[in-house]
């Protein structure tokens, strides 16, 4: 299917929850992230993991958890308290991405 293959978005009412996932061949390395895209090809970094390390981007700390399996290769993003801002196409990678391909991203909409 690729090396980043990412499910789970939707439409949702703000104050909702989503949790995505992202699976494939790359998600075997050490560090990992999660990358929101809202126009054009500009992505922004929303969460990252390494090792026992995790950032966030301060829009989303506190209400976003990312996760994942080893030996599953299993990434996944806890998304909690969904605000309207929160909308757009959510991408895993490397981080840094650096040229590693992106895959098709899963959409996440949130609005009244």
């Known amino acids: 299917q690729g090396e980043f293959v990412e499910t789970g978005g939707g439409s949702v009412q703000p104050g909702g929850s989503l949790t995505l996932t992202c699976t494939g061949s790359g998600v075997a390395y050490y560090t990992l992230g999660w990358y929101r895209q809202t126009s054009g090809n500009q992505r922004d970094m929303v969460a990252t993991?390494?090792?026992?390390?995790?950032n966030y981007a301060d829009s989303v700390k506190g209400r976003f958890t990312i996760s994942r399996d080893y030996a599953k290769r299993t990434l996944w993003l806890q998304m909690n308290d969904l605000k309207p801002e929160d909308t757009g196409t959510y991408y895993c990678n490397y981080d840094p991405p650096g040229k590693r391909e992106w895959g098709q991203g899963t959409q996440v909409i949130v609005s009244s």
């Open positions: 993991m390494r090792s026992m390390s995790v």
